[in-house]
């Protein structure tokens, strides 16, 4: 996630020292932040929020028929830009563009590739073997307090375990 945040930053800095005017280089900025948007969106696998986007009719078709909105969003970047620059600055574009995409195919690659199960079953046991096992080498130092001990040490392991499966799916 972090190169679509540089590569998008670099592109607006690009596009910002180019010969457009104001009110393109909004627009373009303003795309450009749809794209991450949409990303995001389309990363969770919410597919409908095309409408959370100020777009006209024209724009709108560029997104709106493509099933991957980030792509389109990238798509309609292109368009706007055109011809409008000369073949350096393209080229400069298009690298960051590319680096877009890129970026998105390797968080898409990542939410795609789950944990094993058996890892996730590896770990529950411990955590239940660890904890039955526990108030035995607590029980000679602290007596009765070694059950409310291990039964915090429980709290905080099974903790763990549910951040690292909601963490699983970014």
């Known amino acids: 996630w972090g190169s679509i945040v540089n590569d998008s930053r670099n592109l607006a800095l690009k596009i910002s020292q180019m010969n457009f005017s104001q009110e393109e280089k909004d627009e373009f900025a303003k795309l450009i932040s749809y794209f ?13 929020c095309i409408d959370d986007f100020d777009l006209n009719p024209e724009e709108l078709k560029y997104v709106s028929k493509d099933k991957h909105q980030p792509l389109g969003f990238i798509t309609l970047l292109r368009a706007k830009i055109g011809n409008k620059i000369n073949t350096e600055e393209r080229l400069s574009i298009e690298q960051n563009l590319n680096g877009l ?53 429980f709290y905080i392991l099974v903790s763990v375990e549910m951040l690292a499966e909601e963490i699983e799916d970014p």
């Open 36 to 48: 991450a948007i949409s990303a995001k969106e389309h990363l969770r696998q919410n597919k409908d």
């Open 101 to 153: 995409i890129d970026s998105l195919g390797g968080c898409e690659r990542i939410r795609n590739t789950p944990i094993p199960s058996s890892y996730s079953e590896f770990f529950k046991k411990f955590i239940i073997s660890y904890v039955f096992i526990l108030p035995i080498g607590f029980v000679v130092h602290f007596q009765f307090f070694a059950i409310v001990l291990a039964t915090f040490f």
